[in-house]
């Protein structure tokens, strides 16, 4: 009996091995496939697309890097809020381009323009940019002139914290400054934003009323020309703005005219006729020195620089048309300013 039951024990406990070694097996197999489906559904999700970032044009920022004189500090942002399309100035720089292989020095400015934007009509701060094709530089002074201004200045660049500094394309950027041989200038202006705040009004102002300045001495300037005076007249109750022509205009008309259209005090005539003169000695006087200079200056000029000037070509850059910015194209002129006078061609 007890060997029976040893034999009955023994068989029984192998029994158990096996079907434990059997489930161990399902088991197995049964996590295998667990494990294959998960890869499965793993490997089913959908896999994420590479991102392709758009190569920078190498003079994608050219527009951006001439300083645009004589905006309103206050109006710089809206400026940029456009990601303006200056491919034409890029285009005129590579090879069967107009500007191609020239030593070109550019300046920027800006165009307040009522334009279509959007289904509405909106003033934007079109940016544009002047480029003048030159051996030297076209001036190194700018002109400070307003209507709420007696009298223009002409001073020099670094004294407005501007110069022309050499513009390195993106694909040169990692070379030294020194050893590339630039023919692209940019009129940059190193005056912090931030510390106009300790600026007051009057030198703040300066830089709103700036002009790129440019004399052309092979042709008489139109200052020399001109005939008339700006007349700002001090007055208790309100300054009188007028033009006066000394060579159109009668002094006595004149003032009379201002005193029935309430313009002027009637006993201030005497005063506004004493004023008017001295402005028109100070301009006979600025026109004389003017043409006495030019005629100066061409004596002393040498024949390479009398063909530098007469070869002198200005181009006026605007934006071209894109979805995401206002179209320019109907408000296109090629008055750059009262010094450059018209450009050659706008593009």
Known sequence: MRKGGKRKSTSQKQETEVKASSSSQENQKENHK??????????SKPQPQPEYFEDKRNLEDLWKAAFPVGTEWDQLDSVYQFNWNF????????EGGKLYGKKVYLFGCTEPQLVLYKGENKVICIPVVVAVVSPFPPSDKIGINSVQREAEEIVPMKQMKMDWVPYIPLENRDSQVDRLQSQMFILSCTQRRVALKQMNIDCLKKYEYCLPYF???LKEDELEQST???IIFPAEQKPVFCEFDW????????TDQLIEADELDKDKKDAFKEFVKEKVREAKKVNRQAREARK?????MSEETKAAFENMRFSKFYP???PDTPDVSNVKAPF????????????
Not at 296 to 300: Q, S
Not at 339 to 347: P, S, W
């Open 247 to 254: 060579e159109l205009d009668e002094l006595d008309e004149f």
């Open 215 to 217: 004399y052309q001495p």
């Open 87 to 94: 491919s034409n100035l890029e285009e005129a720089f590579e």
């Open 320 to 322: 071209i048309p894109t």
């Open 296 to 300: 100066k200056a061409l004596e002393e």
């Open 336 to 347: 750059i300013n009262r010094y450059y006078g018209k450009a050659h061609e706008v593009l």
């Open 34 to 43: 667990l494990a294959s489906k998960a890869k499965r559904a793993k490997s």
């Open 228 to 230: 008339e005076v700006q």
